[in-house]
């Protein structure tokens, strides 16, 4: 190991932010940077909400505690020699296995042997048993070096490289030809045991395998061509189970238009080698302005517009880019607004208006049929742009989340981990929600439930409005479900969820007066009282 490695792990030994990691080093961002990626490749740390620690293995703990014992007995090669002294070898076999020169394997050895770690027996070199921690961390090397190619193993599942022809499937790049991007390769890449893949199977596995900037780039290129064709939550579970979500989320940041591994200029010229079409991006405010002016232009009456979703993150700085402006009107305004669009070359339908630079999403009052633009939401909503008869302004940053939480597509579940790391207030959310659900028909606020659960599910966020939202929801779930009289038995079964967390419930909804209890052939049954329900 390289010594800025064994002394970032010392420092890693408590979480610790980049910036921090930095000044604590005293060592330039570039070779912080890279040894972070290198000891992250590794499997030695991670990196969690851009905060890293050691992994939580073996080896990652071993290493720093022989680290602290003896600081110079992993750097450079001396690794090398250790990793096969787990047998009785010769001075001749030791400089072969290890491919270190003969001068520098006695130079360990005698280094080895000074610190009680490596015994001699004749001519013949080993490890001292004794010393635990080494001969454990040994073994584990040994280990992982026992089946050459194999780059991930869990149980009978595992990853291989190999130039020879194996029984597994063929996945990752081997298939790419088979799906339109045509390479050419000097080896075949494996899964284990051999059966049929999925794309999204396929698209994770090279991502596992990639290394290089070509190749990252290449399965950046297949996610983009089979995305609408693949199921975000299925990638990301398999993300998880490999541990390459943060590779996952370099290519999401590259697609954004964000900084990573490569420009995107020059993802676009290999976008455009292999035929693959990327859909352009309102990537700056100019860009949303520019479009303002246009409107405005042709405009001949008042008229206000709502800006929502990822415009309205662009504008404020939370995103570089968006796919679409998603913007809402009043019914008043909704046909002067596309009569507009039309006039300067987008063509309508359906709301949806597109142009070759952009795409445009019009929303009458409500988004999707779930939550409207109420008077609440106008009210905190603030004017960004005005020009001579149009009015932008950005909804408030709670309403942007609400309005997310509703379309719940992948891309808005990433939004709303951002906007979440915006210091919101989720009293005005949950009110929001509250107080547009009892004008529905149906259960919206579901949306917003699943919507925390997801967060706090797959990046650890609790929103302190989760509770009482639960609560709310399973009333009336309950309510819902008990338009026919009921007992609770058919209840736990209908809904799924515990007996004693129904029966809770039951007894606040029959406090309240919005249902009533009826005996019917001996067992207690529960019904709708007839109550208006909110």
Not at 11 to 34: N, T
Not at 173 to 188: D, E, M, R, T, Y
Not at 259 to 286: C, D, P
């Amino acid at each position: 190991m390289k010594k800025s490695e064994i002394e970032l792990l010392k420092l890693l030994e408590k979480e610790r932010k980049f910036g921090e990691i930095v000044s604590l080093s005293k060592k330039s961002k570039a070779l912080v940077s890279r040894t972070l990626k290198q000891l992250k490749e590794k499997g030695l740390i991670k990196k969690v909400n851009n905060a890293y620690s050691l992994s939580k293995n073996p080896k990652s703990y071993l290493i720093l505690e022989i680290s602290k014992e003896y600081p110079n007995l992993l750097i450079g090669k001396r690794e090398n020699v250790l990793k096969v002294l787990n047998k009785k070898r010769s001075l001749s076999e030791i400089q072969a296995l290890s491919k270190v020169s003969l001068k520098q394997v006695l130079e360990y050895l005698k280094e080895f042997k000074s610190y009680g770690i490596v015994l001699k027996e004749g001519e013949k070199y080993f490890l001292n048993e004794e010393k635990k921690n080494v001969f454990e961390l040994v073994r584990i090397l040994s280990l992982e070096e026992r089946e050459p190619g194999v780059i991930w193993k869990r149980g009978e599942e595992k990853l291989k490289v190999s130039r020879e022809l194996e029984e597994g499937a063929l996945t990752a790049f081997s298939v790419f030809p088979n799906f339109g991007i045509k390479i050419f390769l000097p080896q075949n890449y494996y899964f284990f045991p051999k059966r049929k893949l999925e794309k999204e199977e396929v698209f994770v596995h090279s991502l596992v395998f990639a290394s290089s900037i070509q190749e990252k780039i290449l399965v950046s290129l297949f996610y983009v061509k089979f995305k609408d064709q693949m199921d975000e939550r299925t990638i990301f579970s398999l993300t998880k189970k490999f541990g390459i979500l943060e590779k996952f989320e370099e290519i999401k940041n590259l697609l954004e238009g964000k900084e990573s591994f490569v420009s995107y200029k020059e993802f676009l010229e290999k976008a455009r080698e292999y035929g693959i079409k990327i859909e352009r991006k309102v990537s700056q405010t100019q860009d949303l302005i520019k479009i303002f002016e246009e409107v405005d232009k042709q405009l001949e009456k008042k008229c206000k517009i709502y800006l929502t979703g990822g415009a309205n993150m662009v504008l404020r700085g939370l995103k570089i880019s968006t796919k679409d402006i998603d913007i809402i009107v009043s019914k008043r305004d909704f046909d002067k607004i596309l009569k507009v669009l039309a006039s300067i070359g987008f063509s309508c339908k359906h709301g949806i208006c597109e142009r070759e630079d952009c795409r445009i999403d019009i929303f009458k009052e409500k988004i999707l049929r779930g939550y409207r633009l109420s008077v609440e939401i106008r009210k905190r909503a603030k004017m960004v742009w005005k020009g001579k008869n149009l009015k932008v302004y950005l909804l408030s940053l709670e309403d942007v989340f609400l309005f997310k939480s509703y379309a719940s597509r992948e891309v808005d579940i990433d939004d709303c981990r951002i906007l979440a790391a915006q210091n919101l207030n989720w009293k005005v959310i949950l009110e929001e929600c509250l107080r547009q659900q009892a004008k529905e028909k149906k259960l919206i606020s579901l949306t917003l439930l699943d919507m925390l659960v997801e967060l706090k599910k797959r990046y650890k966020i609790r929103v302190p409005i989760e509770r009482k939202l639960e609560s709310f929801v399973l009333k009336r779930i309950v309510l819902n479900a008990l338009k026919k009289p009921k007992s609770v038995k058919e209840l736990v079964y209908e809904i799924q969820k515990p007996e004693s967390t129904l029966r809770k419930v039951l007894r606040e909804l029959l406090k309240e007066g919005k249902i009533k209890k009826i005996k019917r052939k001996k067992r207690a049954e529960f019904v709708r009282s007839g109550k208006k329900i909110h």
